[in-house]
Protein backbone atom coordinates (compact mmCIF):
# COMPACT_ATOMS: atom_id res chain seq x y z
CA UNK A 1 0.00 0.00 0.00
CA UNK A 2 1.42 3.45 -1.12
CA UNK A 3 2.31 6.19 2.04
CA UNK A 4 0.53 8.83 2.41
CA UNK A 5 1.62 12.02 0.80
CA UNK A 6 2.02 15.29 2.93
CA UNK A 7 -1.62 16.71 1.88
CA UNK A 8 -3.30 13.45 1.99
CA UNK A 9 -2.56 13.05 5.79
CA UNK A 10 -3.06 16.56 6.59
CA UNK A 11 -6.31 16.19 4.89
CA UNK A 12 -7.18 13.12 6.52
CA UNK A 13 -6.10 14.05 10.38
CA UNK A 14 -8.79 17.42 9.52
CA UNK A 15 -11.83 14.96 8.24
CA UNK A 16 -10.87 12.44 10.88
CA UNK A 17 -11.03 15.28 14.12
CA UNK A 18 -11.48 19.30 13.60
CA UNK A 19 -8.60 21.70 14.84
CA UNK A 20 -10.77 23.33 16.84
CA UNK A 21 -12.05 19.83 18.94
CA UNK A 22 -8.51 19.27 20.16
CA UNK A 23 -8.69 21.55 23.04
CA UNK A 24 -9.69 19.08 25.43
CA UNK A 25 -6.70 16.71 24.10
CA UNK A 26 -4.09 19.96 24.72
CA UNK A 27 -5.74 20.27 28.43
CA UNK A 28 -5.95 16.27 29.08
CA UNK A 29 -1.83 15.99 27.46
CA UNK A 30 -1.13 19.04 30.17
CA UNK A 31 -2.95 17.43 32.89
CA UNK A 32 -1.57 13.51 32.57
CA UNK A 33 1.66 14.16 31.34
CA UNK A 34 1.01 10.99 28.56
CA UNK A 35 2.74 11.28 24.96
CA UNK A 36 1.33 13.75 22.62
CA UNK A 37 0.03 11.86 19.41
CA UNK A 38 1.50 13.04 16.17
CA UNK A 39 -1.57 14.09 14.72
CA UNK A 40 -2.74 15.85 17.68
CA UNK A 41 0.43 17.93 17.72
CA UNK A 42 -0.56 18.52 14.35
CA UNK A 43 -4.12 19.84 15.12
CA UNK A 44 -2.47 21.93 18.01
CA UNK A 45 -1.52 24.55 15.53
CA UNK A 46 -5.47 25.99 15.28
CA UNK A 47 -4.62 27.10 18.76
CA UNK A 48 -1.51 28.83 18.45
CA UNK A 49 0.70 26.39 18.90
CA UNK A 50 4.34 24.71 17.57
CA UNK A 51 6.63 22.38 18.92
CA UNK A 52 9.57 24.68 18.55
CA UNK A 53 13.75 23.63 17.47
CA UNK A 54 15.78 22.41 20.10
CA UNK A 55 18.81 24.62 19.05
CA UNK A 56 18.70 26.09 22.46
CA UNK A 57 17.88 23.41 24.52
CA UNK A 58 21.46 21.76 24.78
CA UNK A 59 20.92 18.44 26.81
CA UNK A 60 17.67 19.15 27.60
CA UNK A 61 15.07 16.63 25.60
CA UNK A 62 11.92 18.13 26.64
CA UNK A 63 9.20 19.52 24.15
CA UNK A 64 8.73 23.11 24.52
CA UNK A 65 6.21 25.15 22.62
CA UNK A 66 5.90 27.91 20.27
CA UNK A 67 2.58 29.85 21.36
CA UNK A 68 0.65 32.60 19.27
CA UNK A 69 -1.99 34.91 20.51
CA UNK A 70 -4.66 36.01 18.14
CA UNK A 71 -5.03 40.09 19.06
CA UNK A 72 -7.93 40.92 17.69
CA UNK A 73 -8.17 44.40 16.09
CA UNK A 74 -4.03 44.24 17.18
CA UNK A 75 -5.13 45.71 20.31
CA UNK A 76 -3.94 45.19 23.78
CA UNK A 77 -5.77 47.75 26.47
CA UNK A 78 -3.48 48.43 29.46
CA UNK A 79 -5.09 45.46 31.51
CA UNK A 80 -4.15 42.68 28.59
CA UNK A 81 -0.95 43.52 28.01
CA UNK A 82 -0.27 43.49 31.69
CA UNK A 83 -1.08 40.06 31.96
CA UNK A 84 0.49 39.13 28.38
CA UNK A 85 3.29 40.52 30.06
CA UNK A 86 3.36 38.03 33.58
CA UNK A 87 2.18 35.48 31.32
CA UNK A 88 5.66 36.18 29.53
CA UNK A 89 7.70 36.20 32.07
CA UNK A 90 6.15 33.33 34.51
CA UNK A 91 6.13 30.53 31.78
CA UNK A 92 8.13 31.99 28.10
CA UNK A 93 11.61 33.13 29.72
CA UNK A 94 10.51 36.61 29.22
CA UNK A 95 10.32 36.29 25.46
CA UNK A 96 7.16 37.75 23.07
CA UNK A 97 8.01 38.67 19.47
CA UNK A 98 5.64 40.69 17.80
CA UNK A 99 4.44 39.18 13.93
CA UNK A 100 3.16 40.30 11.01
CA UNK A 101 -0.29 40.06 11.82
CA UNK A 102 -0.72 42.03 14.81
CA UNK A 103 0.10 38.99 16.89
CA UNK A 104 2.18 38.42 19.61
CA UNK A 105 4.44 34.92 19.83
CA UNK A 106 5.65 33.56 22.92
CA UNK A 107 8.97 30.54 23.55
CA UNK A 108 9.78 28.44 25.75
CA UNK A 109 5.93 27.12 26.66
CA UNK A 110 5.52 24.15 28.52
CA UNK A 111 2.28 21.56 28.08
CA UNK A 112 1.72 21.51 31.85
CA UNK A 113 1.22 25.26 31.79
CA UNK A 114 -1.14 25.58 29.02
CA UNK A 115 -4.18 25.51 30.62
CA UNK A 116 -3.70 28.10 33.21
CA UNK A 117 -2.08 30.00 30.32
CA UNK A 118 -5.28 29.64 28.82
CA UNK A 119 -7.50 30.53 31.44
CA UNK A 120 -6.02 33.85 31.78
CA UNK A 121 -5.75 34.98 28.56
CA UNK A 122 -9.62 34.65 29.03
CA UNK A 123 -10.55 36.43 32.00
CA UNK A 124 -9.00 39.22 30.12
CA UNK A 125 -10.82 38.89 27.00
CA UNK A 126 -7.74 37.33 24.75
CA UNK A 127 -7.58 34.12 22.78
CA UNK A 128 -5.54 31.65 20.86
CA UNK A 129 -8.28 30.09 18.71
CA UNK A 130 -7.17 30.40 15.07
CA UNK A 131 -4.36 31.58 16.07
CA UNK A 132 -2.79 29.20 12.83
CA UNK A 133 -4.33 26.50 10.82
CA UNK A 134 -5.55 25.70 8.17
CA UNK A 135 -8.49 28.28 9.18
CA UNK A 136 -8.62 31.96 8.55
CA UNK A 137 -6.20 33.80 10.40
CA UNK A 138 -6.25 36.79 12.43
CA UNK A 139 -8.34 40.26 10.62
CA UNK A 140 -5.41 42.32 10.18
CA UNK A 141 -6.24 46.25 10.01
CA UNK A 142 -4.55 49.83 10.29
CA UNK A 143 -3.41 50.37 14.18
CA UNK A 144 -5.06 53.86 14.07
CA UNK A 145 -8.05 52.78 13.06
CA UNK A 146 -10.74 55.56 14.61
CA UNK A 147 -8.03 57.89 15.81
CA UNK A 148 -6.33 58.59 12.84
CA UNK A 149 -7.74 62.06 11.73
CA UNK A 150 -6.71 61.58 8.31
CA UNK A 151 -8.14 57.77 7.90
CA UNK A 152 -10.38 57.27 4.72
CA UNK A 153 -13.23 55.32 6.86
CA UNK A 154 -13.35 54.46 10.70
CA UNK A 155 -13.55 50.04 9.87
CA UNK A 156 -13.27 48.55 13.33
CA UNK A 157 -16.74 47.71 12.82
CA UNK A 158 -16.10 45.76 9.75
CA UNK A 159 -13.01 44.02 11.60
CA UNK A 160 -15.38 43.05 14.42
CA UNK A 161 -17.98 41.73 12.11
CA UNK A 162 -15.72 39.29 10.33
CA UNK A 163 -13.80 38.33 13.80
CA UNK A 164 -17.19 37.09 14.49
CA UNK A 165 -18.22 35.75 11.35
CA UNK A 166 -14.59 33.66 11.73
CA UNK A 167 -13.95 33.08 15.14
CA UNK A 168 -13.86 28.96 15.70
CA UNK A 169 -16.50 28.95 13.02
CA UNK A 170 -16.39 24.88 11.97
CA UNK A 171 -17.92 26.03 8.62
CA UNK A 172 -14.20 27.23 7.83
CA UNK A 173 -12.11 25.44 10.27
CA UNK A 174 -11.26 22.90 7.36
CA UNK A 175 -9.63 25.20 4.43
CA UNK A 176 -7.18 23.74 2.01
CA UNK A 177 -4.50 26.19 3.67
CA UNK A 178 -4.61 29.19 5.80
CA UNK A 179 -6.51 32.47 4.73
CA UNK A 180 -5.55 36.39 5.16
CA UNK A 181 -7.70 38.38 5.12
CA UNK A 182 -7.18 42.17 6.04
CA UNK A 183 -9.74 45.44 5.79
CA UNK A 184 -8.36 48.71 5.27
CA UNK A 185 -9.14 52.49 6.38
CA UNK A 186 -6.31 53.76 6.60
CA UNK A 187 -4.85 57.06 3.52
CA UNK A 188 -1.03 55.31 3.91
CA UNK A 189 -2.74 51.46 2.94
CA UNK A 190 -0.24 50.57 5.59
CA UNK A 191 -1.60 47.00 6.22
CA UNK A 192 0.20 45.58 2.90
CA UNK A 193 -3.19 44.62 0.31
CA UNK A 194 -1.13 43.22 -2.28
CA UNK A 195 0.10 40.04 -0.54
CA UNK A 196 -3.42 39.19 1.40
CA UNK A 197 -5.39 36.05 0.30
CA UNK A 198 -8.18 38.74 0.63
CA UNK A 199 -8.31 42.32 1.56
CA UNK A 200 -11.15 45.38 1.56
CA UNK A 201 -9.68 49.06 0.83
CA UNK A 202 -11.47 51.93 1.22
CA UNK A 203 -11.61 54.45 -0.78
CA UNK A 204 -13.57 57.96 -1.26
CA UNK A 205 -14.35 58.64 -4.81
CA UNK A 206 -16.12 61.75 -6.38
CA UNK A 207 -18.44 63.13 -4.40
CA UNK A 208 -16.84 62.25 -1.20
CA UNK A 209 -18.63 58.62 -1.99
CA UNK A 210 -16.84 55.65 -0.17
CA UNK A 211 -16.44 52.29 -1.74
CA UNK A 212 -14.35 49.37 -1.00
CA UNK A 213 -11.46 48.22 -3.30
CA UNK A 214 -11.63 44.15 -2.89
CA UNK A 215 -8.21 42.61 -4.14
CA UNK A 216 -7.79 38.65 -3.77
CA UNK A 217 -4.88 36.08 -4.61
CA UNK A 218 -2.08 37.71 -3.01
CA UNK A 219 0.85 35.81 -1.46
CA UNK A 220 4.28 35.23 -0.62
CA UNK A 221 6.25 32.09 -0.55
CA UNK A 222 5.27 29.64 -2.88
CA UNK A 223 2.25 31.25 -3.71
CA UNK A 224 3.99 34.88 -4.64
CA UNK A 225 1.40 36.55 -6.13
CA UNK A 226 0.44 40.53 -6.32
CA UNK A 227 -3.39 40.45 -5.41
CA UNK A 228 -6.22 41.07 -8.11
CA UNK A 229 -8.45 44.04 -7.78
CA UNK A 230 -11.72 42.42 -8.83
CA UNK A 231 -13.95 45.52 -8.41
CA UNK A 232 -15.80 48.05 -5.70
CA UNK A 233 -18.43 46.94 -3.72
CA UNK A 234 -20.60 48.99 -0.79
CA UNK A 235 -19.55 49.17 2.63
CA UNK A 236 -22.79 47.22 3.74
CA UNK A 237 -21.59 44.20 1.50
CA UNK A 238 -17.89 43.37 2.97
CA UNK A 239 -19.10 41.01 5.35
CA UNK A 240 -21.19 39.16 2.36
CA UNK A 241 -18.37 38.75 -0.18
CA UNK A 242 -15.93 37.70 3.05
CA UNK A 243 -18.25 34.98 3.13
CA UNK A 244 -18.02 34.07 0.29
CA UNK A 245 -15.06 34.29 -0.78
CA UNK A 246 -14.12 31.90 2.09
CA UNK A 247 -16.72 29.46 1.24
CA UNK A 248 -15.46 29.25 -2.75
CA UNK A 249 -11.93 28.74 -1.21
CA UNK A 250 -13.14 25.81 0.67
CA UNK A 251 -15.32 24.39 -1.77
CA UNK A 252 -12.21 24.83 -4.57
CA UNK A 253 -9.20 25.42 -3.23
CA UNK A 254 -6.70 22.40 -4.52
CA UNK A 255 -6.25 19.61 -1.59
CA UNK A 256 -4.16 17.49 -3.71
CA UNK A 257 -0.79 19.46 -2.96
CA UNK A 258 0.11 21.87 -0.07
CA UNK A 259 2.03 24.31 -2.58
CA UNK A 260 -0.57 25.08 -4.92
CA UNK A 261 -3.41 24.84 -1.98
CA UNK A 262 -3.98 28.74 -1.40
CA UNK A 263 -6.29 31.31 -2.58
CA UNK A 264 -3.99 32.76 -5.00
CA UNK A 265 -3.71 29.51 -6.80
CA UNK A 266 -7.47 29.25 -7.31
CA UNK A 267 -7.53 33.00 -9.09
CA UNK A 268 -4.81 32.06 -11.11
CA UNK A 269 -6.33 28.45 -12.28
CA UNK A 270 -10.15 30.28 -12.53
CA UNK A 271 -8.86 33.13 -13.72
CA UNK A 272 -10.53 36.15 -12.32
CA UNK A 273 -12.85 36.79 -14.92
CA UNK A 274 -14.41 33.64 -13.68
CA UNK A 275 -13.74 33.82 -10.33
CA UNK A 276 -15.67 37.00 -9.87
CA UNK A 277 -18.60 35.62 -11.77
CA UNK A 278 -18.49 32.91 -9.34
CA UNK A 279 -17.83 34.80 -6.29
CA UNK A 280 -20.81 37.24 -7.50
CA UNK A 281 -23.40 34.44 -8.30
CA UNK A 282 -22.63 33.16 -4.85
CA UNK A 283 -22.41 36.09 -2.72
CA UNK A 284 -25.59 38.65 -4.41
CA UNK A 285 -23.13 40.93 -4.76
CA UNK A 286 -22.66 42.88 -7.74
CA UNK A 287 -18.67 44.43 -8.26
CA UNK A 288 -18.33 47.82 -10.22
CA UNK A 289 -15.22 47.83 -12.26
CA UNK A 290 -11.87 48.31 -10.91
CA UNK A 291 -10.37 51.64 -12.58
CA UNK A 292 -7.19 51.52 -10.75
CA UNK A 293 -6.34 54.43 -8.16
CA UNK A 294 -2.72 55.45 -6.35
CA UNK A 295 -1.29 53.76 -3.27
CA UNK A 296 1.30 54.86 -0.92
CA UNK A 297 5.02 53.33 -1.50
CA UNK A 298 5.56 50.26 1.13
CA UNK A 299 8.69 51.80 2.79
CA UNK A 300 6.47 55.34 3.16
CA UNK A 301 3.26 53.01 5.38
CA UNK A 302 4.15 53.33 8.37
CA UNK A 303 2.58 55.39 11.87
CA UNK A 304 5.56 56.55 14.25
CA UNK A 305 5.75 59.59 16.30
CA UNK A 306 3.60 61.44 17.79
CA UNK A 307 -0.23 61.17 16.59
CA UNK A 308 -2.60 63.72 17.01
CA UNK A 309 -5.63 61.73 17.87
CA UNK A 310 -9.70 62.74 16.69
CA UNK A 311 -9.89 62.23 20.13
CA UNK A 312 -9.97 65.45 21.84
CA UNK A 313 -6.92 65.70 24.56
CA UNK A 314 -5.46 62.42 23.59
CA UNK A 315 -2.44 61.62 21.67
CA UNK A 316 -0.96 57.98 20.45
CA UNK A 317 2.84 57.23 19.85
CA UNK A 318 4.20 54.87 17.20
CA UNK A 319 7.20 53.33 18.10
CA UNK A 320 9.48 50.66 16.08
CA UNK A 321 9.85 47.09 17.75
CA UNK A 322 13.67 46.54 15.60
CA UNK A 323 12.52 42.34 14.40
CA UNK A 324 9.66 42.75 16.59
CA UNK A 325 11.46 41.14 19.50
CA UNK A 326 9.86 42.93 22.24
CA UNK A 327 10.93 40.45 24.93
CA UNK A 328 11.46 41.55 28.78
CA UNK A 329 10.88 44.93 27.59
CA UNK A 330 6.85 44.50 27.24
CA UNK A 331 6.65 44.25 31.08
CA UNK A 332 8.68 47.76 31.79
CA UNK A 333 6.03 48.59 28.79
CA UNK A 334 2.83 47.80 30.41
CA UNK A 335 4.10 49.04 33.72
CA UNK A 336 4.35 52.41 32.46
CA UNK A 337 0.78 52.39 30.34
CA UNK A 338 -0.78 52.23 33.85
CA UNK A 339 1.54 54.43 35.60
CA UNK A 340 0.51 57.32 32.45
CA UNK A 341 -3.05 55.87 32.53
CA UNK A 342 -2.79 54.96 28.93
CA UNK A 343 -5.58 52.70 27.40
CA UNK A 344 -3.12 50.50 25.12
CA UNK A 345 -1.66 49.74 22.53
CA UNK A 346 -2.07 48.83 18.88
CA UNK A 347 0.43 45.98 16.90
CA UNK A 348 1.26 47.10 13.99
CA UNK A 349 1.76 44.32 10.44
CA UNK A 350 5.36 45.52 10.59
CA UNK A 351 6.10 44.16 13.85
CA UNK A 352 5.65 47.61 15.84
CA UNK A 353 3.76 49.45 18.12
CA UNK A 354 1.33 52.23 18.69
CA UNK A 355 0.33 53.59 21.92
CA UNK A 356 -3.21 54.62 22.64
CA UNK A 357 -4.67 57.19 24.35
CA UNK A 358 -1.67 59.14 26.03
CA UNK A 359 -3.06 62.44 27.27
CA UNK A 360 -2.15 65.27 25.77
CA UNK A 361 0.17 66.95 28.10
CA UNK A 362 1.55 63.90 29.56
CA UNK A 363 2.67 63.10 25.60
CA UNK A 364 6.29 64.47 25.80
CA UNK A 365 7.26 63.25 29.54
CA UNK A 366 5.62 59.78 28.22
CA UNK A 367 7.91 59.51 25.38
CA UNK A 368 11.18 60.93 27.24
CA UNK A 369 10.70 58.17 30.24
CA UNK A 370 9.62 55.29 27.39
CA UNK A 371 13.34 56.40 25.76
CA UNK A 372 14.87 56.15 28.91
CA UNK A 373 13.63 53.25 30.45
CA UNK A 374 13.41 51.06 27.60
CA UNK A 375 15.29 52.80 24.89
CA UNK A 376 12.51 52.68 22.61
CA UNK A 377 12.46 56.33 20.64
CA UNK A 378 9.75 58.21 19.64
CA UNK A 379 11.83 59.04 16.12
CA UNK A 380 13.31 55.74 15.39
CA UNK A 381 16.07 55.57 12.82
CA UNK A 382 15.18 54.39 8.77
CA UNK A 383 16.39 50.94 10.31
CA UNK A 384 15.27 50.44 12.97
CA UNK A 385 11.80 51.39 11.97
CA UNK A 386 11.57 49.09 8.63
CA UNK A 387 13.66 45.97 9.38
CA UNK A 388 11.59 42.58 9.83
CA UNK A 389 13.10 39.40 10.70
CA UNK A 390 11.11 35.88 11.03
CA UNK A 391 11.15 33.50 13.97
CA UNK A 392 15.02 32.30 13.20
CA UNK A 393 17.11 29.56 13.86
CA UNK A 394 17.03 29.87 17.78
CA UNK A 395 13.02 28.54 17.65
CA UNK A 396 12.15 27.94 14.12
CA UNK A 397 12.52 24.25 12.93
CA UNK A 398 12.41 25.38 9.16
CA UNK A 399 15.00 28.13 9.54
CA UNK A 400 18.59 27.88 7.77
CA UNK A 401 19.65 30.68 9.65
CA UNK A 402 19.21 32.77 13.24
CA UNK A 403 17.28 36.10 12.65
CA UNK A 404 15.92 37.56 15.24
CA UNK A 405 18.96 38.80 17.57
CA UNK A 406 21.06 38.64 14.52
CA UNK A 407 18.97 41.56 12.75
CA UNK A 408 18.76 43.59 16.07
CA UNK A 409 22.88 43.84 15.95
CA UNK A 410 22.58 44.40 11.89
CA UNK A 411 20.12 47.61 13.12
CA UNK A 412 22.37 48.62 15.65
CA UNK A 413 25.70 48.81 13.55
CA UNK A 414 23.82 50.71 10.30
CA UNK A 415 22.67 53.60 12.98
CA UNK A 416 25.62 53.97 14.59
CA UNK A 417 27.54 54.21 10.89
CA UNK A 418 24.91 56.12 9.35
CA UNK A 419 23.02 58.18 12.25
CA UNK A 420 21.56 61.03 9.76
CA UNK A 421 20.58 58.40 6.79
CA UNK A 422 17.14 59.61 6.15
CA UNK A 423 15.79 57.49 2.91
CA UNK A 424 13.07 54.40 4.15
CA UNK A 425 15.07 51.93 3.53
CA UNK A 426 12.89 48.00 3.86
CA UNK A 427 15.05 45.70 5.14
CA UNK A 428 14.19 41.94 5.69
CA UNK A 429 16.05 38.93 7.49
CA UNK A 430 14.22 35.74 6.88
CA UNK A 431 15.62 32.54 8.15
CA UNK A 432 14.69 29.78 5.34
CA UNK A 433 12.67 30.39 1.76
CA UNK A 434 9.16 30.39 3.67
CA UNK A 435 9.33 34.40 3.53
CA UNK A 436 7.37 34.81 6.81
CA UNK A 437 9.39 37.92 7.12
CA UNK A 438 8.15 39.15 4.09
CA UNK A 439 11.62 39.06 1.70
CA UNK A 440 10.31 39.42 -1.37
CA UNK A 441 8.61 43.03 -1.02
CA UNK A 442 11.40 44.80 0.61
CA UNK A 443 14.29 46.71 -0.75
CA UNK A 444 16.83 44.28 0.84
CA UNK A 445 15.67 40.91 1.87
CA UNK A 446 18.50 37.97 2.94
CA UNK A 447 17.24 34.93 2.79
CA UNK A 448 18.59 32.10 5.09
CA UNK A 449 20.77 29.38 3.07
CA UNK A 450 23.86 27.32 3.84
CA UNK A 451 26.70 29.49 2.06
CA UNK A 452 30.59 28.81 1.11
CA UNK A 453 33.06 30.43 3.87
CA UNK A 454 36.37 29.28 2.49
CA UNK A 455 36.00 25.11 2.70
CA UNK A 456 33.12 25.22 4.89
CA UNK A 457 29.49 25.84 4.24
CA UNK A 458 28.12 27.88 6.98
CA UNK A 459 24.71 29.88 7.97
CA UNK A 460 24.09 32.64 5.88
CA UNK A 461 21.78 34.35 3.47
CA UNK A 462 20.74 34.77 -0.56
CA UNK A 463 20.32 38.51 -1.05
CA UNK A 464 17.13 39.33 -2.98
CA UNK A 465 16.29 43.08 -4.05
CA UNK A 466 13.74 45.22 -5.07
CA UNK A 467 10.65 44.56 -3.82
CA UNK A 468 8.31 47.17 -3.45
CA UNK A 469 4.25 47.31 -2.76
CA UNK A 470 2.27 50.06 -4.39
CA UNK A 471 -1.00 48.76 -5.99
CA UNK A 472 -0.76 48.26 -9.61
CA UNK A 473 2.73 49.05 -9.55
CA UNK A 474 3.71 46.58 -7.30
CA UNK A 475 6.71 44.31 -7.48
CA UNK A 476 8.60 41.24 -6.08
CA UNK A 477 12.57 41.03 -5.54
CA UNK A 478 14.61 39.77 -7.95
CA UNK A 479 17.26 37.17 -6.93
CA UNK A 480 21.00 38.06 -7.24
CA UNK A 481 24.01 35.98 -6.83
CA UNK A 482 25.17 37.41 -3.95
CA UNK A 483 25.21 35.03 -1.15
CA UNK A 484 26.72 36.04 1.75
CA UNK A 485 27.61 34.67 5.28
CA UNK A 486 25.84 36.45 8.78
CA UNK A 487 29.10 38.20 9.66
CA UNK A 488 29.03 39.64 6.17
CA UNK A 489 25.54 41.24 6.15
CA UNK A 490 25.78 44.21 8.09
CA UNK A 491 29.08 44.94 5.69
CA UNK A 492 27.59 44.48 2.68
CA UNK A 493 24.31 47.19 3.57
CA UNK A 494 27.18 49.36 4.56
CA UNK A 495 28.90 49.20 1.05
CA UNK A 496 25.18 49.21 -1.03
CA UNK A 497 24.24 53.08 1.41
CA UNK A 498 27.84 54.24 0.46
CA UNK A 499 27.58 53.22 -2.72
CA UNK A 500 23.80 54.96 -3.41
CA UNK A 501 24.76 58.01 -1.29
CA UNK A 502 27.78 58.48 -3.92
CA UNK A 503 24.95 58.08 -6.66
CA UNK A 504 22.48 60.27 -8.54
CA UNK A 505 20.11 58.23 -7.81
CA UNK A 506 17.41 59.87 -5.65
CA UNK A 507 15.47 56.63 -4.46
CA UNK A 508 17.31 53.98 -2.57
CA UNK A 509 14.89 51.10 -4.08
CA UNK A 510 15.05 52.35 -7.85
CA UNK A 511 18.90 52.49 -7.02
CA UNK A 512 19.04 48.72 -5.62
CA UNK A 513 16.79 47.53 -8.20
CA UNK A 514 18.86 49.68 -11.55
CA UNK A 515 22.42 47.30 -9.42
CA UNK A 516 21.08 44.21 -9.61
CA UNK A 517 19.02 43.81 -12.47
CA UNK A 518 21.12 42.95 -14.97
CA UNK A 519 23.58 40.71 -12.74
CA UNK A 520 22.52 36.89 -13.19
CA UNK A 521 20.18 35.01 -10.55
CA UNK A 522 21.54 32.51 -8.01
Not at 405 to 419: G, H
Request: contains cysteine; glycine residues 8%.
Amino acid sequence: MASETKAERVERIKVEKDGFDVLDDIIRYAQTGEEIHPEDLDRFKWYGLYTQNKNLQGDDEKTYFMLRIKVEQGYLSSEQLLEVAKISKEFARDTADLTTRQDVQFHWIEIENLPEIFQRLERVGLSVTGASGDCPRNIVSCPVNGIDKEQIDDVRDLVDALNDLYRANREFSNLPRKFKVGVSGCNKHCISHEVQDLTFTAVKRAKNELVFSVSVGGGQASNRRIASHIGFIQRKDVVEVSKAVAILYRDNGRRDNRSKARLGHLVEAWGEEKFLAELEKLSGVKFEAFDGMKFTPYPRRSHFGIIESSKQGYNAIGYAIPAGRIGNKIFKLAQELKDYNAEGITLTTTQNIVVQGVAQELTQSFAKKIQDSIDLSVEPSVFEARTLACTGLNFCKFAISETKNFSIEVVDYLKKRFPDFSEPVSISINGCPNSCAHPHIVDLGFIGAMVKSGEERVNGFHLVVGGNLEGEESRFSIKTDVKVTSSEVPLLIESLIEEYEQSLNSNFGNFILEKYSNEPAF
